[in-house]
C-alpha cells in the first residue's frame, strides 16, 4: 500500500554524485527515503522532470481489494477525492460554524468597534462616532438606527470591515449580519487549506487532515463566528500562500517541458535552459499580490506577509533552476524572475491597498468627510509636498498618525498576553461572559448554582500542544533535510508570529495568532504523516503509526467536542466550566 505519509517527501532521492559531506548523507537516514515512482520522460537517476513536478500519492490496490471495490470504481473515487474530500470537510465546517450564528445576541468584544464601523462604511464610505448607548438601540431596534455624520478616528484600514458590512447588507445589522462574512470566509479557509495542504504534500489525505484540523481548531471556529478583522485577514493570507503555491507548480511545469530530451527521449538537466528559461507573467502571482494588498488593506501586519511571501517565491524560484541544472541559479533567478516577483507583489498589494480607501478619497474634503481628510486643507496647508494632490497628502499623514498610535499603544488590558506564551494557549480571551441563574438564559433548571455562559477565544489545547513538537519537526526537516515544504510551512507561522515580538511591551492579544494557525495545521498534519510511516515500512510498523496517528486526531476532535460550550456560548453549570479552566490564567 503506498504510504501517506511519503508524500511530506517527493523528492527522488539523491544525484547521482552526491557532494554532500558524510555528516549530511549520514543524517538523511533519519529521514525518508526517496518516493514515488519516476516519470517516463526521466533520465532516472534523480529524475529531474519527477524532481520538478511531482505527482500526486495513491491508494496501493491492496486497500481497494480489501474493501472489496474494484479498479474501475476505485479509479474513479481518487478522481473525485480531491475535490470530493475538501468538500465534505468544508460542509462539516460550515455547518459548524453557521449553527446558531447569531447567538449570542449580543456586541462580543471588539464588535463594539467592527460591527458599527462596518455597516457606516458601507453605507458613508467612511467611520462615524456613536453614540454610547448605541449597542442597545442596535439589538433592541433590529438594527433600525440613525447612521451619525461625525467623523471617527479610527486605527485600522477599511477592507475589513467592506467585508463585514457586507453581511450586513445582505442580512441586516444584527449579529448574525455582522458575522455571516467571518463565517462564510472561515468555512472558505478550510476549503482552501484542504486543498493547499493537498497541493503542498501531494496527498489527498493530508489535505483533507489539515483542513479537519483547522474546522476543529477552537481559536479558528470563534473566529469564525465573531465580527472581527483577524479572521478576514487569515483568509486573505492563506489565499495569496495558495496562490503562490500554484505559481511554483506551474512554473516549474513550463521549466521541465523546456528541457530538452536525449536522442533516447530522455529529460535531463541543462544548464543553459535553467539559466535562460523565461516562465511568463505567471497571473497566480499576480493574484497574489491583490490578496496580499486585501490582507494589508485589512490590517498593517500583512506588510510582514507580503515581505516574507516575497523571499519565499524568490527562494522556490532560485530552487526551480536548480534542479534544472542552472550553475548560478541565484544569477538566474535574479534575472528573469525577481523582477516579476517584485512588481507582481509589491507595486500591485500598494495599489489596492490605496484603492481600498477610495470611500475615504471621495468623501467631502470640506470637514463633513472622513476623518483627516480636510487635512491638507487646513492643518497640512503648505509645506514643500503641495504638488501631491490634497487626498494624497491628507492620507499620509492620517498613516502617520496610526502608525504613532499602534507603536505607542500600552494600556493595559486584563486579556492581554505576551506572544511568548501563545503556541501553549497560556492566556486565551474571553470574549463574553455572564452567568445566568437556574431556569434562564439555557442554564438548567436544577444547576442549583448559577451558571457559566462564555465565548472563549482558545485554540483547542491538545492541538496547540502538539503544535509545538510539530513545528520542531518541521524546523528539523527544513533545517537537516532541505525539505521545501516544512520551510514553506515555517515561513507562514514565522510571518504571522514573530514580528509580535517586536512590540512586546504593546498591547497585543492571543486571538492575533489566528493568522498561522492555518500554518500550524499544517505542521501538524505533516508530523502525523511521519508518526503513520515512511514508504517500504513494514506493515507492524505501519499499523502501529496509522493506530498512533488516529488516536492523536480522535483526541484532538473530543477536546474540541469537550470545549464545545465555551466556543458556542452554551449556558452549562458553574462547575463544569471550572472543570475547563485547565489552567489559572484562562480565568
Not at 137 to 143: E, K
Not at 528 to 550: F, K, L, M
Request: proline share 6%; charged share 15%; aromatic share 14%.
Amino acid at each position: 500500500m503506498t504510504s501517506t505519509a511519503s508524500s511530506t517527501d517527493t523528492r527522488q532521492g539523491p544525484l547521482p554524485h552526491d557532494t554532500r559531506p558524510s555528516w549530511q548523507q549520514r543524517l538523511r537516514r533519519f529521514g525518508y527515503p526517496a518516493g514515488g515512482p519516476a516519470r517516463p520522460a526521466d533520465d532516472g537517476a534523480g529524475g529531474v522532470v519527477a524532481r520538478l513536478t511531482p505527482g500526486y500519492t495513491r491508494p496501493g490496490p491492496r486497500m481497494w481489494a480489501a474493501l472489496g471495490i474494484p479498479p474501475t470504481l476505485a479509479d474513479r473515487l481518487v478522481r473525485w477525492s480531491g475535490w470530493g474530500g475538501p468538500l465534505l470537510v468544508t460542509l462539516a465546517a460550515g455547518v459548524m460554524r453557521f449553527w446558531h450564528l447569531g447567538s449570542p445576541k449580543a456586541v462580543i468584544f471588539d464588535e463594539t468597534y467592527y460591527a458599527k464601523d462596518a455597516w457606516a462604511i458601507v453605507h458613508r464610505g467612511f467611520e462615524v462616532n456613536w453614540d454610547k448607548n448605541a449597542n442597545d438601540v442596535i439589538l433592541n431596534s433590529g438594527g433600525h438606527v440613525a447612521l451619525p455624520s461625525d467623523a471617527a478616528y479610527v486605527v485600522h484600514p477599511p477592507v475589513g470591515k467592506y467585508v463585514i458590512g457586507l453581511g450586513e447588507l445582505l442580512f441586516g445589522f444584527d449579529p448574525f449580519g455582522w458575522r455571516f462574512m467571518t463565517a462564510l470566509l472561515g468555512t472558505l479557509s478550510v476549503l482552501m487549506l484542504c486543498r493547499i495542504g493537498r497541493r503542498l504534500f501531494r496527498s489527498t489525505f493530508l489535505g483533507c487532515l489539515a483542513g479537519a484540523l483547522m474546522a476543529v481548531d477552537g481559536l479558528h471556529f470563534v473566529m469564525s463566528r465573531t465580527s472581527l478583522l483577524d479572521g478576514v485577514l487569515m483568509f486573505f493570507v492563506l489565499g495569496a500562500f495558495g496562490c503562490l503555491l500554484i505559481d511554483r507548480d506551474r512554473a516549474r511545469e513550463r521549466l521541465a517541458a523546456a528541457l530538452p530530451a536525449d536522442a533516447d527521449g530522455r529529460v535531463r538537466p541543462d544548464a543553459h535552459t535553467a539559466q535562460t528559461a523565461r516562465l511568463g507573467w505567471r497571473p497566480w502571482r499576480w493574484a497574489a499580490g491583490v490578496l496580499l494588498g486585501l490582507a494589508i488593506g485589512t490590517k498593517w501586519n500583512g506588510l510582514y506577509v507580503l515581505a516574507a511571501f516575497c523571499v519565499m517565491a524568490v527562494v522556490w524560484d532560485v530552487g526551480a533552476r536548480r534542479v534544472a541544472g542552472a550553475r548560478h541559479p541565484y544569477a538566474a533567478a535574479l534575472r528573469h524572475d525577481t523582477g516579476i516577483t517584485f512588481l507582481a507583489t509589491v507595486p500591485v498589494a500598494l495599489a489596492v491597498y490605496l484603492a481600498s480607501w477610495t470611500g475615504w478619497i471621495l468623501s467631502p474634503a470640506d470637514g463633513t468627510g472622513g476623518y483627516f481628510r480636510d487635512w491638507a486643507a487646513t492643518d497640512g496647508k503648505g509645506g514643500g509636498w503641495t504638488f501631491l494632490p490634497d487626498w494624497l497628502r491628507s492620507l499620509w499623514h492620517y498613516e502617520h498618525e496610526v502608525y504613532k498610535f499602534h507603536v505607542g499603544l500600552s494600556s493595559p488590558h486584563t486579556y492581554q498576553s505576551n506572544p511568548w506564551s501563545w503556541l501553549v494557549d497560556a492566556r486565551p480571551v474571553s470574549y463574553f461572559y455572564e452567568s445566568p441563574s437556574p431556569g434562564t438564559a439555557g442554564c438548567p433548571a436544577g444547576a442549583g448554582d448559577k451558571c457559566a455562559r462564555e465565548v472563549l477565544a482558545i485554540g483547542t489545547p491538545v492541538l496547540w500542544w502538539v503544535a509545538c513538537a510539530a513545528l520542531v519537526y518541521v524546523l528539523w526537516r527544513w533545517f537537516f533535510r532541505r525539505d521545501w515544504r516544512a520551510g514553506a510551512i515555517a515561513c507562514g507561522i514565522a510571518a504571522g508570529y514573530l514580528p509580535w515580538f517586536l512590540y512586546q511591551e504593546r498591547t497585543i492579544f492571543f486571538f492575533y495568532a489566528v493568522v498561522f494557525v492555518p500554518f500550524l495545521c499544517l505542521a501538524v498534519a505533516m508530523l502525523i504523516g511521519a508518526i503513520t510511516g515512511p514508504p517500504g515500512a513494514s506493515d507492524t510498523r505501519r499499523v502501529t503509526g496509522a493506530t498512533a496517528a488516529g488516536v492523536l486526531v480522535l483526541l484532538i476532535s473530543w477536546n474540541f467536542i469537550y470545549f464545545w460550550p465555551l466556543y458556542t456560548g452554551q449556558s452549562i453549570p458553574i462547575d463544569s466550566w471550572r472543570s475547563r479552566m485547565w489552567l489559572d490564567t484562562w480565568v
